[in-house]
């Protein structure tokens, strides 16, 4: 199983950045789809997910009402539209795989599967 996150860049607080992430290796049906963030020094923090099958989706409450999370099921990618950028939003963001259980978890080390990790910087 592989998870393929791109998009991470340099923005300026206020902008905008769509991060994706590919995955192959499995097909996903029945999983939970998360972005996770960790920035220095700090713990790895639950971002927002989806139910694949469903679309259902969940964020927490730094990102909502900015990030939107959506999957493209022909294309196996999960998306992560982020707007309205912060400082605070600075980190290396995770896409990650839950094929225990199609209910939403927030608990990062629920999640079976990692991509490698792409950086978001926002400048102020």
């Known amino acids: 199983v592989q998870l393929q996150a791109s998009g991470g860049g340099l923005v300026q607080a206020g902008g905008s950045l769509r991060l994706s992430c590919a995955g192959s290796?499995?097909?996903?049906?029945?999983?939970?789809m998360g972005w996770f963030r960790q920035a220095p020094g700090k713990e790895r923090e639950f971002v927002a997910a989806?139910?694949?099958?469903?679309?259902?989706?969940y964020y927490s409450d730094s990102v909502k009402g900015r990030f939107t999370i959506s999957r493209d099921i022909a294309k196996k990618t999960v998306d992560l539209q982020m707007k309205s950028l912060k400082p605070e939003d600075t980190a290396i963001y995770y896409c990650?795989?839950?094929?225990?259980?199609?209910?939403?978890?927030?608990?990062?080390?629920?999640?079976?599967?990692w991509g490698q990790g792409t950086l978001v910087t926002v400048s102020s």
């Open positions: 290796g499995r097909t996903f049906r029945n999983d939970v």
């Open positions: 989806i139910r694949y099958s469903t679309g259902g989706t």
């Open positions: 990650a795989a839950d094929a225990e259980t199609s209910e939403i978890r927030t608990v990062w080390s629920r999640y079976e599967y």
